[in-house]
């Protein structure tokens, strides 16, 4: 199983980003899928989740109106969608798959 995340950089407050999950080594479509973000000196905190055919999803409220997750399971890749950002949401992020699987993880900071 491997993740391959990409998409993160540096963005000014209020600005948008799209990560990007890409998955390998296990049927795609048949798991759920999440990106969780860990700040500095704070815990890894789940920010969105969704279902393995993309109907289900669910996100945490901090994030709730401005990140929105999707994927293509004909790509094997899952997205997060990042408008609206705030200095908080400066994190690595990090996709999670089955298998207890986690990608290497991609920095986003949020900075004027």
């Known amino acids: 199983v491997q993740l391959v995340e990409s998409g993160g950089g540096l963005v000014q407050p209020g600005g948008s980003l799209r990560l990007s999950c890409t998955a390998s080594?296990?049927?795609?479509?048949?798991?759920?899928m999440s990106w969780y973000r860990h700040a500095p000196g704070k815990g890894r905190e789940l920010v969105s989740y969704?279902?393995?055919?993309?109907?289900?999803?669910s996100s945490a409220d901090s994030v709730k109106g401005r990140f929105t997750i999707t994927r293509d399971n004909a790509k094997n890749t899952v997205y997060l969608q990042m408008n609206s950002l705030k200095p908080e949401d400066t994190a690595v992020y990090y996709c999670?798959?089955?298998?207890?699987?986690w990608g290497q993880g991609t920095q986003v900071t949020v900075s004027s």
């Open positions: 080594g296990f049927t795609f479509s048949n798991y759920g």
């Open positions: 999670k798959g089955p298998f207890g699987s």
């Open positions: 969704i279902s393995s055919g993309g109907g289900g999803t």
